[in-house]
């Protein structure tokens, strides 16, 4: 999509290996989230951030860490990655936190822990 | 929080309207309405939002009866590439944190020729 750029677009790692995922945005969006994706859970929210340096979990985020050193760029750290964690990862921008402002998202990361 | 319902999947044919409703009985003053399509492979994309009554663009309208207690999204005249999930979000105008915006699952909705 148009000014969200994920990277790796596909990763296979090992189990306990750290795993960094990259969220690039050229839209100057204050607000920007993470999300994973799996067969019948829908999207759900893993860590978002407000600001640099500013962020809060959402409701998967146990195993996740994430880092906001400039506005465009939104990491999601797996610090040992487990087989639960095969999940196809998305992230999203926004202008605001609110629902209206509409989101943009990525193409996603497919990641395969084996 | 407010939860969503929705069909789980759906089908129709090309040419056909498609309704899809999304139940949200426990929607809160502030709460805006939003849906999204995503395709395989993709990240959804934001197709339409609204807060009471109807509301209508290029790709679709938005059903919202007086009590906001369900909506209904509709496709008009779908065709092949219609062919994705379907995600009803209800969410926090403002004030709120993003965790209080749900996905759910969607509906998967498969058009046939």
């Known amino acids: 999509d148009a000014g969200i750029t994920q990277s790796p677009r596909h990763k296979v790692t090992e189990t306990g290996t750290p795993v960094t995922l990259r969220c690039h945005q050229t839209e100057n969006h204050r607000y920007m989230y993470w999300y994973r994706q799996d067969p019948g859970h829908g999207l759900r929210l893993i860590h978002y951030s407000y600001g640099v340096k500013d962020t809060d979990k959402g409701e998967v985020s146990d195993g996740y860490s994430v880092s906001r050193s400039k506005t465009e760029d939104f990491l999601l750290t797996l610090e040992s990655a487990t087989s639960s964690q095969t999940s196809v990862y998305f992230c999203?921008?926004?202008?605001?936190?609110?629902?209206?402002?509409?989101?943009?998202f990525g193409s996603g990361t497919r990641l395969t822990v084996v | 929080l407010a939860k969503t319902t929705q069909p789980i999947s759906m089908d129709s044919y090309e040419g056909q309207e498609v309704n899809i409703t999304c139940s949200h009985n426990?929607?809160?003053?502030?709460?805006?309405i939003t849906w999204y399509q995503q395709f395989p492979s993709q990240g959804p994309r934001f197709i339409i939002q609204?807060?009471?009554t109807k509301v209508t663009n290029e790709v679709a309208s938005l059903f919202i009866p007086a009590d906001r207690k369900s909506s209904t999204l509709s496709l008009p005249r779908v065709s092949l590439s219609d062919t994705a999930v379907y995600y009803c979000?209800?969410?926090?105008?403002?004030?709120?944190?993003?965790?209080?915006?749900?996905f759910g699952s969607g509906t998967r909705l498969s058009i046939r020729p």
């Open positions: 609204g807060y009471k």
């Open positions: 999203a921008i926004s202008e605001s936190h609110r629902v209206d402002s509409g989101y943009t």
């Open positions: 979000l209800v969410g926090d105008v403002g004030g709120g944190s993003a965790s209080k915006i749900i």
């Open positions: 426990n929607i809160a003053t502030n709460d805006y």
